[in-house]
Every structure is written in C-alpha cells, then in structure tokens.
C-alpha cells in the first residue's frame, strides 16, 4: 500500500489540478448549505400554517425514498437480470429447462 500524500504536490499540474478538486468541494458544500437553508425556512413556513413540522419531514423522507430507492432498485434488477443471461449464455443453460 502507498503512503497517502499530505502535502502539497511540488509539481505544478498536480498543484493546479488539486486547486481545482477543492474549488469542486467547496461549490458542493455551498450548495448543500443553500439547499439546508431552503429546507429549514420551508420547514418555517409550514409551522406557521400550523403543521407538525415532523410530520413534513417524514412525508418528504419517504417521498424521496419512493422516488430515489426505487430507481435504485431497478437499476439493480436489471443489472442482476443482465448477469443472469450471461451467465445462461456463459454456461449453455437454456431458458426453457
């Protein structure tokens, strides 16, 4: 195993390139800090008209899952469904059997 670098690299490319990797991280974080505010003063907006912010946040929480996890788990199925008819043509089997 490599010894992991914690240094700035000498190289200049490296240097450029790695000034670049954080100026990346530093945009994402921007945007997750602006999409927390986002949700916090929705979240605020909701309590005012009297609802259980809780309440909202599971609601959005599975929302999400449906949305994101099911996607997710199709895209496995199919991966899983492709290994499986290689593995059939790899192997000779024949579906009918």
């Given at each position: ?17 790695l ?60 991966l899983?469904?492709?290994r ?10 024949e579906?009918?059997?």
């Open positions: 195993m490599t010894d992991k670098i914690t240094t700035l690299p000498s190289d200049q490319v490296e240097r450029k390139r000034k670049g990797v954080v100026k990346e991280l530093v945009d994402a974080q921007i945007q997750l800090d602006a999409a927390k505010d986002l949700i916090k003063s929705t979240l605020e907006v909701e309590k005012e008209k009297g609802y259980d912010t809780s309440f909202i946040k599971k609601l959005a929480e599975l929302s999400y899952d449906i949305e994101f996890n099911e996607k997710k788990k199709v895209a496995a199925i199919e899983s469904a492709e499986i008819a290689e593995t059939e043509i790899l192997m000779g089997y579906k009918d059997q």
